[in-house]
C-alpha cells in the first residue's frame, strides 16, 4: 500500500505545479498587455509636439520655431 500511495502523491503534486506555472504565465502577458495598451492609449513616445515646415530650398522639415526665432541664421548656413 505505501508504494502506490506515494506515486499517487507525487503525480498530483506534479499536476499543480504544472497548471501554477500557466497561470503565471497568463497573468504575467496580461500585464504586460495591460501596459503596453495604457503606453498606446497614452501617447508615450517619441512623438514631438513642435510644429514643422518645409525647409525653405530644401526637401526635408525643420522646425517650425527654430525657423522663426532666427530665420537670418538658417538662410546664411544653407550654403555652408
Not at 506515486?7 to 498587455?33: F, M, P, R, T, W
Amino acid at each position: 500500500m505505501g508504494g502506490s500511495e506515494s506515486s499517487q502523491n507525487n503525480k498530483k503534486n506534479d499536476d499543480s505545479a504544472g497548471h501554477e506555472g500557466v497561470v503565471g504565465g497568463a497573468v504575467l502577458a496580461g500585464v504586460l498587455l495591460v501596459g503596453l495598451a495604457i503606453a498606446v492609449l497614452s501617447g508615450s513616445g517619441s512623438k514631438s509636439k513642435r510644429r514643422t515646415m518645409k525647409a525653405p530650398g530644401r526637401s526635408t522639415r525643420i522646425f517650425r520655431d527654430d525657423f522663426e526665432g532666427d530665420p537670418a541664421s538658417y538662410f546664411r548656413d544653407l550654403h555652408k
